[in-house]
């Protein structure tokens, strides 16, 4: 299964790329997969990846998630965040049936800087790595691109 869903930035992760609280150009980032148990909402304050439920470790599927190979450019006032990494995990009978979200973050904190949705139906259907491969492709423009006005 592919993800298909939106990537939403939060908005305390926004503040981050104008300042030095975090170390966008040489920082470890991941994408962590979690329940619905608590679900991130733009305006969380703060977010950290203690805050969620991430799914279960299994055969293909690591606690903390995947290491993502970031890219960080800030040109004329629009920033773009983009991995060379697609991160995907393959069918695992015993991997989590209930992914609704994947999470990126900073490994050094767990400081969240952006969720992708992944489940379906309006956010009601998880997808399962018990049925099948779970991959996420960044789009080739960019994971996101924030433009300052």
Known sequence: MAAQGTVVVFNEAMQWFGSDEMDLENGSFKLMLITNALVP?????????????????????????????????RVTNVVTFDSTTNPGWVKDAAGSPSIFYGLVYDSADGNC???????????????????????VTWNVAGVFKLTQV
């Open 113 to 135: 800087l952006a969720f992708v949705v992944l489940a379906t139906n309006s956010e009601a259907t998880p997808i399962s790595l018990a049925a099948g491969d779970v991959s």
């Open 41 to 73: 909402l733009q305006d969380k304050a703060i977010p950290n990846i203690s805050d969620y439920t991430e799914i279960s470790a299994s055969t293909n599927y690591v606690a903390g998630g995947a290491d993502l190979a970031v890219t960080y450019n």
